[in-house]
């Protein structure tokens, strides 16, 4: 029996990964328990598809309670490894394991920052109830070894996605309708939370230095705590015409179909599955090299890879782009080929082998 944590409340980027992850292992008859939020996105979405989810409230990484439950729910449901999804799951998951369960402790790492320097972070980070990291893209390995975590615990597992959901075009004339779109302007796409490290700042000043007189329109997909901001932003730079700011919007597949360009400009990002989805839909794409995105990407053949902030780089690929129709499908069709490398299905296997490097056949619940 596998036990994932995942604390968040919300539905982003990682939760998608972990169901995508249970959604595989059931596939292979792995025995599975999600552990998260009471009420969360992840709970709905487990319940649906008929995967075992316990809800367990945990209100930060030194929740007593939600430890103890954990430990109690890994003996009564013969827990043989328990995998961690979230950063505060990783402290529950190790305060639950520590000197009291022999499990082994596996660790998903998402974010590129480097973890902090306090007695805390250097005891949570380095403590050998760790048995493996797995961070989401080589660049987050790096920051890993360099904050002194043992580079034999670490494995890069690439996030993965579902290539089957991006095979066919879909219906997106209702779009240009909603958001009052001309027929023959280009679209420009953003998908991602409006917060500070997805800088979308840095992507608003890069539109209002590009210089084709084709018709386009930027659309930046998500909410967050930035919106108004960035309204007001888009407003002092005389772009508020360009840009349209649609909210959290769950009908990503029409929107990719919708775009003519993808765009991505965080200063940090573990490896940024949205990238990934604009690949897969044949989108040519313009972008920083924050975190792992360089790693998907081919400059020059599917995309202008970009500085982080380098506003006036990426108002250069994006006027180049725009203004050739050709170049967006040449690109395009590359990155629709490159990413088969970030296949969910490799995702998968590359996980289940490692639990197997551990378990051996009682993966599979013999013994259990």
Known sequence: MILHINTSREWRGGEQQLFY???GLTNFKIPQIVVGQPG????????????????????????????????????????????????????????AKRNHLNNPLIVSRRVDFKPKSSFFSRWKYQHPANDYYL????KIKEVMISSKIAPERIITVYSGIDLKRF?????????????????????????AALVDHKDQETLLNAISKMRTTVDFRLMIVGDGKLENKLKSQAEQ?????????TGYRKDIPALLSLFDIFTLTSKEEGLGTSVLDAMASALPIVATNGGGIGEMLDH????????????????????????????RTKFGAFNKTSVKRFSVTKTVEKTKLIYYSFLGDTLYGEGT
């Not at 095979?167 to 958001?179: T, V």
């Not at 730079?237 to 700011?245: A, Q, Y």
Request: with cysteine.
């Open 237 to 245: 730079l005389g772009i508020k015409d360009k840009v349209i700011f």
């Open 167 to 191: 095979s066919k075009s879909a219906p997106h004339e209702y779009l240009r309708e909603e958001f009052h779109i001309p027929k023959k302007c280009i679209v420009i796409g953003n998908v």
């Open 21 to 23: 992850l249970v959604q």
């Open 135 to 138: 961070p989401v893209s080589q």
């Open 300 to 327: 020059n053949e599917g995309a202008y890879v970009c500085s982080v902030g380098d506003s006036e780089s990426i108002a250069q690929g994006l006027d180049k782009l725009v203004g050739s129709e050709d170049l």
């Open 40 to 95: 969360s996105p992840l709970e709905t979405k487990c319940k649906e598809n008929g995967y075992e989810f316990v809800p367990i409230e945990m209100r930060g990484e030194w929740d007593r309670k939600a430890y103890k439950n954990i430990r109690s729910l890994c003996i009564s449901k013969n827990v043989k490894l328990i995998h961690t999804h979230t950063a505060h799951a990783h402290t529950l998951g190790l305060l």
